[in-house]
T-cell receptor
Framework: ETGVTQSPTHLIKTRGQQVTLRCSSQ?????VSWYQQALGQGPQFIFQ???????GRGNFPPRFSGLQFPNYSSELNVNALELDDSALYLC???????????????FGPGTRLTVL | AQKITQTQPGMFVQEKEAVTLDCTYD???????LFWYKQPSSGEMIFLIY??????QNATEGRYSLNFQKARKSANLVISASQLGDSAMYFC????????????FGTGTSLTVIP
């Protein structure tokens, strides 16, 4: 069973640029969530995709967007990068949508984004 | 208001001793789940333990147990027989049924196990 993978591991961008981060979900999981974790903070929910549809969004501006593909892998796109976007971006997959009994989210190793 | 509060930025524990990491939560949803994750320096979040709001007994997973006090809205993590490999950040998180897809995380507690 393959776990959650993310690419790239590290990324350096400059202010105003655009970035795409990628996530492959664990086998059998149709739900992917993205989180932003600033240094010294807990992860903040960005959004979730369930069966290729956005299924909830946290308090992030529209320049944070995403996609989920038929194989349930996902992308996080951030436009017009700002210095405060520097963070660890975590992807998590789980077996199914909103059902609270699906209690586990399996996290990937994260992508560390630095915006200069 | 913060959904999850972790008031201990850093904790130290002697190897083989037990340690309790505090977590309080805030919700009006009667159905919710509480989680603890471990984050080593590598960055990956590792699921440790889960407690459902309707569970009658405290959750246990090996050396991890969750001291669930519903009336106080607390969900403290107890690690028994600490090991050097337990040194990491620990995050408490909550998921509400009404917003089922979103996890709320606390700010974390850094645990250091001393040999």
């Amino acid at each position: 069973e393959t776990g959650v993978t993310q690419s790239p591991t590290h990324l350096i961008k400059t202010r105003g640029q655009q970035v795409t981060l990628r996530c492959s979900s664990q086998s059998g999981h149709n739900t992917v969530s993205w989180y932003q974790q600033a240094l010294g903070q807990g992860p903040q929910f960005i959004f979730q995709y369930y069966r290729e549809e956005e299924n909830g969004r946290g308090n992030f501006p529209p320049r944070f967007s995403g996609l989920q593909f038929p194989n349930y892998s996902s992308e996080l796109n951030v436009n017009a990068l700002e210095l405060d976007d520097s963070a660890l971006y975590l992807c998590a997959s789980s077996p199914g949508g909103n059902i609270i009994s699906y209690n586990e989210q399996f996290f990937g190793p994260g992508t560390r984004l630095t915006v200069l | 208001a913060q959904k999850i509060t972790q008031t201990q930025p850093g904790m130290f524990v002697q190897e083989k001793e037990a340690v309790t990491l505090d977590c309080t939560y805030d919700t009006s949803d009667p159905s919710y789940g509480l989680f603890w994750y471990k984050q080593p320096s590598s960055g990956e979040m590792i699921f440790l333990i889960y407690q459902g709001s309707y569970d009658q007994q405290n959750a246990t997973e090996g050396r991890y147990s969750l001291n669930f006090q519903k009336a106080r809205k607390s969900a403290n993590l107890v690690i028994s027989a600490s090991q050097l490999g337990d040194s990491a950040m620990y995050f408490c998180a909550m998921r509400e049924e009404r917003t089922g897809n979103q996890f709320y995380f606390g700010t974390g507690t850094s645990l250091t196990v001393i040999p």
